[in-house]
């Protein structure tokens, strides 16, 4: 009975929402780490300050507390709280840009959320 209510999920849009609802957070755990590094998502680091010090997000760990992913059904969204965040986000991305391709990292977390769904469902 079990394997055949997994099966109705599966065909229902409920995996793809369990999905979402996983790796919202594991994709979160990866912004803040980039911003962290003072990095692109791509791990390359952001261009330094005029006076060539390294850019930080962290003055006071508000605007990074707020960043998240969030899962709206199926689909996974960055929520930016503040206009500051978005300005500071784009000047310096800790998400992946549309123009390139996923991250590794960010395929692996994907890819892990798809199995912790399925075995949530299936089993």
């Known amino acids: 009975h079990r394997f055949q209510a997994g099966l109705r999920a599966v065909g229902s849009g409920l995996l793809a929402n369990r999905i979402a609802s996983i790796a919202a957070p594991k994709l979160t755990r990866l912004a803040k780490a980039t911003a962290a590094a003072s990095q692109t998502a791509d791990g390359v680091p952001w261009r330094p300050s005029p006076d060539g010090r390294t850019v930080t997000l962290v003055r006071t760990g508000a605007m ?14 960055v929520a930016l709280t503040s206009r500051y965040a978005k300005y500071q986000i784009g000047r310096r991305p800790v998400f992946p840009t549309q123009a390139g391709g996923l991250p590794q990292s960010y ?14 469902v299936l089993s």
């Open 107 to 120: 395929r692996d977390a994907l890819e892990e959320s798809v199995r912790e769904a399925f075995e949530g």
């Open 64 to 77: 990074l507390s707020r960043l998240v992913y969030v899962a709206i059904g199926a689909k996974i969204r």
